[in-house]
Structures are given as structure tokens and as C-alpha cells.
């Protein structure tokens, strides 16, 4: 099952914009994290944001969580061509006080971001 | 840095054809985890292990199998593969804890069935 879908499916912009990302989730979290995949790559991890948290960054990234809304947006700043990649955000799969432990996540279908130089 | 390393950046195998992934990781993760990755899909997982010989199955585990016969090593098998089992495959780890932590990734295979 889906839990965090990610808005919009795909984005062009020229270097120096501002991108912007949003996921929505469905159900209660811990935590929620973002991800970058080059094409045809593996995913790299981009930052945790906890459930108590409501802002973080992380140089030119800045994520966002609305917990009300059940929602979170990824802002990269003053993009450049190398962050032309699909970005995913992922939800951990267990429910609130789970102790299992396995660190499942489920993640979204993901924004391809396309930055032209 | 820790490394996630799968045997074949690119498959191609055959309809019928018994195919193993291998992965290994370096930095005594305990959880390893297998998933698929469709266009329009996201990643799906296919199946998890948090400890050696222990494994469970995630959202879409028909058709594969896995083995962990040793912390560093997980590997996903295709008994008998088919056409719809052509996809993109990532591995990934992480340390056992309590709240959600980072996955680190392989850089993935892409396996073609014809």
C-alpha cells in the first residue's frame, strides 16, 4: 500500500529557481524522510524530520511537517542541474510505540525534478 | 562511508530461468531489505530480514524467495522467473531500532526478462 504520495509527479525549472515538493501521508507517523535517485540509480537519504519537529534543514534543502494535514514539503533552493533527479519521501510502516524495530518505510511514487540549465 | 553493493547493475535472464540478486553490505546492519521499483509505482518491498536466517515478507512477496545466510549478504531469488518480474531492484540496510532511521541503498540492478 501507498502511504505518502508525492505532488507534483513531475517539475521543470531553470537553475537558480526554488523547487518546491509536497507528500501526503494517510495514517499516524514517527518520522518521515526524504530521498534523491539519479537515473537508474540506488536512493540516497536526504534528511529525517521526527513527528514532534515542524521545520528542518540542511544547506540548500529545508523540509517542512504538518502533522494535522498529514503533509510535507521538500524546498530546494536556488537549484542547480545536479539536482535534476526524482525525489521520494517515505513513511515508517509500523504504528506509533511499535518496537519491532525493522525500520520498514513506504515510500512514495516520487517527483521527478528536471532543473535546465 | 557505508557501502551497499548488489552483484549486477544490469540482467538479463530468461522466462523460466532461476535468477539470484546478491547483496552485500559492509557496516553490520542488522536489517537488509529487497524492493522493486516500477514507474508510477514507487518502491514496493518485496521482502525484509532483521537478523541472520530470519526473513519476512513485505507487500509483494509471490514469485521471490530470499536467503540470509550471513549479516553481510542478502540475496533475492526469482524460482522461476517471467516477464512480469522485469523491473528495477534495490537492496538496502539499516541498523535495527526502534524509530524509523535511514535506508542506505545499493545502486540497484535492472533485470529484463524475456
Known amino acids: 500500500s501507498q502511504q505518502g504520495e508525492e505532488d507534483p509527479q513531475a517539475l521543470s525549472i531553470q537553475e537558480g529557481e526554488n523547487a518546491t515538493m509536497n507528500c501526503s501521508y494517510k495514517?499516524?507517523?514517527?518520522?518521515l524522510q526524504w530521498y534523491r535517485q539519479n537515473s537508474g540509480r540506488g536512493l540516497v537519504h536526504l534528511i529525517l524530520i521526527r513527528s514532534n519537529e515542524r521545520e528542518k534543514h540542511s544547506g540548500r534543502l529545508r523540509v517542512t511537517l504538518d502533522t494535522s494535514k498529514k503533509s510535507s514539503s521538500l524546498l530546494i533552493t536556488a537549484s542547480r542541474a545536479a539536482d535534476t533527479a526524482s525525489y521520494f519521501c517515505?513513511?515508517?510502516?509500523?504504528?506509533?510505540?511499535?518496537?519491532?524495530?525493522?525500520?520498514?518505510?513506504?515510500f512514495g511514487a516520487g517527483t521527478r525534478l528536471a532543473v535546465h540549465p | 562511508d557505508v557501502k551497499v553493493t548488489q552483484s549486477s547493475r544490469y540482467l538479463v535472464k530468461r522466462t523460466g530461468e532461476k535468477v539470484f540478486l546478491e547483496c552485500v553490505q559492509d557496516?553490520?546492519?542488522?536489517?537488509m531489505f529487497w524492493y522493486r521499483q516500477d514507474p508510477g509505482l514507487g518502491l514496493r518491498l518485496i521482502y525484509f530480514?532483521?537478523?541472520?536466517?530470519?526473513?519476512e515478507k513485505g507487500d509483494i512477496p509471490e514469485g521471490y524467495s530470499v536467503s540470509r545466510e550471513k549479516k553481510e549478504r542478502f540475496s533475492l531469488i526469482l524460482e522461476s522467473a517471467s516477464t512480469n518480474q522485469t523491473s528495477m531492484y534495490l537492496c538496502?540496510?539499516?541498523?535495527?531500532?526502534?524509530?524509523?532511521?535511514?535506508?542506505?541503498f545499493g545502486p540497484g540492478t535492472r533485470l529484463t526478462v524475456t
Open positions: 538496502a540496510s539499516s541498523i535495527l531500532t526502534v524509530s524509523s532511521y535511514e535506508q542506505y
Open positions: 557496516m553490520d546492519h542488522e536489517n
Open positions: 530480514s532483521y537478523d541472520v536466517k530470519m526473513k
Open positions: 517515505a513513511t515508517d510502516a509500523e504504528p506509533r510505540g511499535f518496537s519491532g524495530g525493522y525500520n520498514k518505510l513506504i
Open positions: 495514517t499516524s507517523i514517527n518520522n
